[in-house]
T-cell receptor, first 113, second 111 residues
Framework: DTAVSQTPKYLVTQMGNDKSIKCEQN?????MYWYKQDSKKFLKIMFS???????INETVPNRFSPKSPDKAHLNLHINSLELGDSAVYFC????????????FGSGTRLTVV | TQLLEQSPQFLSIQEGENLTVYCNSS?????LQWYRQEPGEGPVLLVT?????EVKKLKRLTFQFGDARKDSSLHITAAQPGDTGLYLC???????????FGTGTKLQVIP
């Protein structure tokens, strides 16, 4: 049973398109996150939701919109994709706040051409 | 501005050697986590340390949190090829314990 699962694993799309990445966790955690990992492997937080409420919203373009229909799901929708959006996007969850540590999904490699 | 600097950035060693990875910051953290990430996968949590001066051991891995809770180290004894990967430290602080990741250390253990 996968604890944090995100789909798709790979996403190749053209500039200007709109795409979504889905994430689900079956750990009963209250908090979910989206992180972006760049080509230098640096992980930067984008969003965090606690029990469906947005609690962290870093400096991310408005083209990125998270949506949490319930506390087990956190999806990421990206409008008008740009070349610079190419990266690996990770979903993660934690029991309540990130102090104890995260459980990460296996990532979605987004390539914008 | 990187809040958490890791050193070294890259490390290539022979099987059986010992190594230490450092994670340094000018900020105080309420807890510090270490992760290992393998290619094509997400980071996997190895340990969380919360008390200044705390030492935790996980088989051949020893983790230490600095007394002032600003830095941490990871020591691996008798490295194995299975230890190969990207090691990331991450510090938590503030409301909802916002986590900032370090710059990463890429370790290669040669058989």
């Amino acid at each position: 049973d996968t604890a944090v699962s995100q789909t798709p694993k790979y996403l190749v799309t053209q500039m200007g398109n709109d795409k979504s990445i889905k994430c689900e966790q079956n750990l009963g955690h209250d908090t979910m996150y989206w992180y972006k990992q760049d080509s230098k492997k640096f992980l930067k937080i984008m969003f965090s939701y606690n029990n469906k409420e947005l609690i962290i919203n870093e400096t991310v373009p408005n083209r990125f919109s998270p949506k949490s229909p319930d506390k087990a799901h956190l999806n990421l929708h990206i409008n008008s994709l740009e070349l610079g959006d190419s990266a690996v996007y990770f979903c993660a969850s934690s029991p309540s706040g990130a102090g104890p540590g995260y459980t990460f999904g296996s990532g979605t490699r987004l390539t914008v051409v | 501005t990187q809040l958490l600097e890791q050193s070294p950035q890259f490390l290539s060693i022979q099987e059986g050697e010992n190594l230490t990875v450092y994670c340094n910051s000018s900020s105080v953290f309420s807890s510090l986590q270490w992760y290992r990430q393998e290619p094509g996968e997400g980071p996997v949590l190895l340990v969380t340390v919360v008390t200044g001066g705390e030492v935790k051991k996980l088989k051949r891995l020893t983790f230490q949190f600095g007394d002032a809770r600003k830095d941490s180290s990871l020591h691996i004894t008798a490295a194995q090829p299975g230890d190969t990967g990207l090691y990331l430290c991450a510090g938590a602080r503030g409301g909802y314990q916002k986590v900032t990741f370090g710059t990463g250390t890429k370790l290669q253990v040669i058989p």
